[in-house]
């Protein structure tokens, strides 16, 4: 990570669930555990998705690629049928959850033929007009780490 430390993080903040909807989904007594649950998940999706970003140079040297060959992020829908994480339905529920969706973040070589370099799948709902983070490929942010 460089100077735009700062942007990224501010960037990454506009994927998070609102306060406000975690109480208005899962009550009062609940949203407040909820949010703290929460506030740790996005935590962790935001440094493994930092992580990522920084490691594209190192990546493009395990590849013998040049460090000057341009990369490009690319998002992509992951599987337009699966919503397995709405079935996985948490204690407190006040009203029905949006529809999980799966996307997949690929860092793409946008010159030469490299193609994709590498990709991890990230799940997301939409409210308020805008793509929350939900939870990692496998699990909403409720259900606990294996």
């Known amino acids: 990570m460089g ?9 990454f903040d506009t994927f998070a669930i609102p306060a406000h ?20 998940e ?14 594209i ?7 013998n690629i040049d460090r000057s ?11 337009a049928a699966e919503d397995t994480m709405s079935m996985q339905r948490p204690p407190g529920l006040q009203v029905s959850l949006p ?12 010159s030469g033929q490299y193609g994709r370099l590498t990709s991890w799948i990230e799940s997301f709902i939409y409210v308020d007009g805008k793509f929350r983070y939900f939870g990692d ?3 909403p942010f409720w259900v606990k780490k294996p």
Do not use: C, M
Request: net charge positive.
């Open 99 to 110: 529809q999980a969706q799966k996307f997949a973040i690929d860092v793409v070589a946008t």
């Open 21 to 40: 909807w975690l109480n208005e989904t899962f009550g009062a007594e609940h949203g407040r555990e909820f949010a703290t649950q929460y506030s740790s």
């Open 42 to 55: 996005f935590a962790d999706f935001k440094r493994r998705a930092t992580g990522h970003f920084a490691a």
């Open 137 to 139: 490929q496998r699990r």
């Open 3 to 11: 100077h735009n430390d700062a942007e990224l993080q501010s960037r």
């Open 57 to 63: 140079d190192e990546l493009k040297a395990r590849l």
């Open 69 to 79: 060959v341009p990369t490009d992020i690319r998002t992509r829908r992951w599987t």
